[in-house]
């Protein structure tokens, strides 16, 4: 069984930073691309930053120059260090992975739960 799990999420002033993580555990044999992808209420889930197993990475319009995603390929993880945070940052933040489980031939692919990011004075 393999899990994401994102932490980090909560409320933030405008202007300030956050930094969320995503944690992939369980029996896994190769950790690949992972994207954060946000959805505010009432919106479609939208795709934020993505960042393949050798670190490419690529950003939406509305956070590149504020977003960094970057990742720690030895401990399965992934992290979303989010600054001049806006109010339409609001949303829940969810993490996506295509991992292949050890043993497994094929890569498949997972959601976390999701972590909320509100950004308010």
């Known amino acids: 069984q393999v899990q994401l799990v994102e932490s980090g999420g909560g409320l933030v002033q405008p202007g300030g930073s956050l930094r969320l993580s995503c944690a992939a555990s369980?029996?896994?044999?190769?950790?690949?691309?992972v994207g954060w992808y946000r959805q505010a209420p009432g919106k479609q889930r939208e795709l934020v930053a993505t960042?393949?197993?050798?670190?490419?990475?690529n950003y939406a319009d509305s956070v590149k120059g504020r977003f960094t995603i970057s990742r720690d390929n030895a401990k399965n993880t992934v992290s979303l260090q989010m600054n001049s945070l806006r109010p339409e940052d609001t949303a829940v933040y969810y993490c996506n992975a295509n991992i292949r489980r050890l043993y497994m031939p094929t890569v498949e692919n997972y959601w976390g739960q999701g972590t909320q990011v509100t950004v308010s004075s």
């Open positions: 369980g029996r896994i044999f190769n950790f690949n691309a």
């Open positions: 960042i393949t197993s050798g670190g490419s990475t």
